[in-house]
């Protein structure tokens, strides 16, 4: 496989479960993030992650948990969402600046539907 | 204030012309890249080309070229002899300076383009 791959790549899930959402990535590179992408509005970045560490975290409610185990791996837990968190969520990696261009590769996505 | 605007929610153009998507960006730093983005109804994001803030020439891709005019802070990409395959939704990202750990991008609301046979 190469590229960014998510899974699952739909899911519905009641307010009250716990699910998680995976992305892999075979491209070598270092950095990883979640976006998401709700109707009529801007792809809305959620969280960063270089080398494993999280450096952003752009306000995102606690009932999102990213978890980053590696470089290609990186996950997104969710816990007691809210209907409104129904979106299209998208993981993308890329390289370091200091190592050239560094356009991000997306996934396909997640369609999460919260009922 | 936006980032990144992208005036035109949807455009329709006949097969096999050109098209140009507009986008202008805000941005106080220096150093900058604008990255423009083709989303087909399978969801994923595709990287269709790259425009750094120094650099002297216009990006080209193909059939993908970006209008880079600094001074207007605009980055229009143009897609030449269009086909069918080419309808899609499109957006124009930004991502500011070149520090480690700084790559996010800031994407803009999109165009959605239709081809016409």
């Known amino acids: 496989e190469t590229g960014v791959t998510q899974t699952p790549r739909h899911l519905v899930m009641g307010m009250t479960n716990k699910k998680s959402l995976k992305c892999e990535q075979h491209?070598?590179?270092?950095?990883m993030y979640w976006y998401k992408q709700s109707a009529k509005k801007p792809l809305e970045l959620m969280f960063v992650?270089?080398?494993?560490?999280?450096?952003e975290n752009n306000s995102v409610p606690s009932r999102f948990s990213p978890e980053c185990p590696n470089s290609s791996h990186l996950f997104l837990h969710l816990h007691t969402l809210q209907p409104e968190d129904s979106a299209l969520y998208l993981c993308?990696?890329?390289?370091?600046?200091?190592?050239?261009?560094?356009?991000?590769?997306f996934g396909q996505g997640t369609r999460l539907t919260v009922v | 204030a936006q980032k990144i605007t992208q005036t035109q929610p949807g455009m329709f153009v006949q097969e096999k012309e050109a098209v140009t998507l507009d986008c202008t960006y805000d941005?106080?730093?220096?150093?900058?890249?604008l990255f423009w983005y083709k989303q087909p109804s399978s969801g994923e994001m595709i990287f269709l080309i790259y425009?750094?803030?120094?650099?002297?020439q216009n990006a080209t891709e193909g059939r993908y070229s970006l209008n880079f005019q600094k001074a207007r802070k605009s980055a229009n990409l143009v897609i030449s002899a269009s086909q069918l395959g080419d309808s899609a939704m499109y957006f124009c990202a930004m991502r500011e300076g070149r520090s480690f750990g700084n790559e996010k991008l800031t994407f803009g609301t999109g165009t959605r383009l239709t081809i016409i046979p």
């Open positions: 491209l070598g590179h270092n950095a």
């Open positions: 941005t106080s730093d220096p150093s900058y890249g």
């Open positions: 425009q750094g803030s120094y650099d002297q």
């Open positions: 992650y270089n080398f494993k560490e999280q450096t």
């Open positions: 993308a990696s890329s390289q370091t600046p200091e190592k050239g261009n560094t356009e991000a590769f």
